[in-house]
């Protein structure tokens, strides 16, 4: 079993999706935020991060119920046809997120950096290393991912540094000062983009210590550094951070200290280090589901974790090209259900098959003959 095999705990779970969350946030874009009063959305950060403590609670029980299995095989345990519905949806819904975040690093790199090197180019080498370390599997991604946290908060630690004296009163307008539309924008936005429900219905068995007080933590450690980012940026840049099309790396390629000029070089390597943590995950997720449909096949496994890589770096360079295939992929109409089926819907059908399918096979223990001449 592919899945039982490796063990991680719950601190390393936790700096995973809190790379994840600093991927998505160095990737804002203040158009898709919902408007220029970007202050509004540290309320929507908030209301974001606060109801992800009720949409977690179906994946909670689902695991509660069945602390030695995964949403996968609770589904097959039920059905294989339900099992395969779920298996297919997430290997297509980890597979599309990269394709989003990967896409939007091509989008970056030609509308903003002009590199010397096409971008589909850098992506595939991304993605390249991306898939050696999903294939070293769960354990290695999670020790890396500490490292990588260290290198992302460093560096993010020091670009929001430099930006303090820039800060400026004035620019902070009131909050709500165009009513509310950008908050219920912006909540919506940081709810669609985020994955760190879904990851945790698949690889929650193999997590082992405190995961509750692990998420209590990692939630309010992550509204804590999105709110401090927020307000910097507001406070340095002013309205001209609505203007971009992405604010933070104008944050960093204004940024600078002493010897320290124009640290935007900075934030595409914190970026990149964080992209490849989260597209190796993802794709390790995709190749768990298509292994589970094979009855956990090492050879399926494996086959998955390349083809699924060579999917995400063609579509995203795809995507990023046309400008039709970007507004319909990176709108929430796309995005948000696939999110939520993800992270809510799915799991609630799984708890509750899985619930009366248990319950039916203690009434059959119980009608058993050996059970009635006890």
Known sequence: MLRRATTISSGQLFTMLTVFRLVIMLTE????????????????????????????????????????????????????????????????????????????????????????????LASFAIMAVAVYAAYKGLEAIARVSGIVLVILGLGLVLILGMLVPEIDPQNFPPFFYEGGEQTFSGMI????????????????????????????????????????????????????????????????????????????????????????????????????????????????????????GVAVAVAGALISMSREAYQAFFGLRLLLPFRFTAAVVLPIVVLIAYGIKQRGRKKCAQLSPENQAS
């Open 189 to 308: 936005q940081f709810l669609s983009r985020s994955t760190g429900i879904a990851t945790m219905a698949l690889i929650l068995p193999q997590v082992s210590g405190n995961r509750k007080l692990g998420f209590t933590v990692w939630s309010f450690v992550i509204y804590a550094f999105m709110a401090v980012t927020i307000t910097v940026l507001v406070g340095a840049l002013g309205e001209y951070s609505s203007t971009q099309l992405f604010p933070f790396y104008a944050a960093a390629s204004m940024a600078q200290a002493g010897p320290f000029q124009r640290v935007n070089s900075a934030f595409i390597g914190i970026w990149v280090i964080g992209l490849f943590v989260k597209l190796a995950i993802d794709v390790y997720l995709s190749a768990m589901c298509v292994s589970q449909m094979c009855k956990n096949s090492r050879i399926a496994w494996r086959v998955s974790i390349v083809s699924g």
């Open 29 to 120: 874009d203040s158009l898709l935020l919902g408007g220029r009063n970007l202050i509004d959305n540290i309320v929507s950060c908030g209301i974001a991060l606060a109801m992800n403590f009720v949409l977690v609670l179906p994946v909670y029980f689902l695991n509660k119920q069945g602390p030695g299995s995964n949403i996968l095989e609770k589904s097959f345990s039920v059905s294989r046809i339900l099992g395969g519905i779920v298996c297919v949806f997430y290997a297509i819904y980890f597979v599309g997120v990269d394709c989003y975040y990967l896409a939007f690093f091509q989008v970056l790199t030609t509308n903003v950096l002009d590199p010397e090197v096409p971008a589909w």
